[in-house]
């Protein structure tokens, strides 16, 4: 069964940085796109990144860009997301999704399955 295990989340003051990992199992990673989405206190959820199956082709939320770096290792069926310069509002439960196909995207409807989340808390 496909299995999405984050990790990597924590507590870390304003303008820090941290680096969140998925591990993935029970399907054949190489082949899907993968994403994260992020949930904030009392907000819903907010697509913030995508890669392609092979890793070539990214894509960003706006409020996001230039800060967070989406990146994957197929070879270890794990994907990883880069966050630099947190601000408060990036406190949020995060997620890794596995795409339904190939193409990154920030589309909820292209993902199938998600992870259980882990947390970030932007504090100082």
């Known amino acids: 069964q496909v299995q999405l295990v984050e990790s990597g989340g924590g507590l870390v003051q304003p303008g820090g940085s941290l680096r969140l990992s998925c591990a993935a199992s029970?399907?054949?990673?190489?082949?899907?796109?993968m994403g994260w989405v992020r949930q904030a206190p009392g907000k819903g959820f907010e697509w913030v990144s995508g890669?392609?199956?092979?890793?070539?082709?990214?894509t960003y939320a706006d409020s996001v860009k230039g800060r967070f770096t989406i990146s994957r290792d197929n070879a270890k069926n794990t994907l990883y997301l880069q966050i630099n310069s947190l601000k408060s509002e990036d406190t949020a439960v995060y997620y890794c999704?596995?795409?339904?196909?190939?193409?990154?995207?920030?589309?909820?409807?292209?993902?199938?399955?998600w992870g259980q989340g882990t947390q970030v808390t932007v504090s100082a």
């Open positions: 029970g399907f054949t990673f190489s082949i899907y796109a």
């Open positions: 999704a596995k795409g339904v196909g190939p193409r990154a995207t920030l589309t909820t409807a292209q993902y199938d399955y």
């Open positions: 890669i392609s199956s092979g890793g070539s082709i990214t």
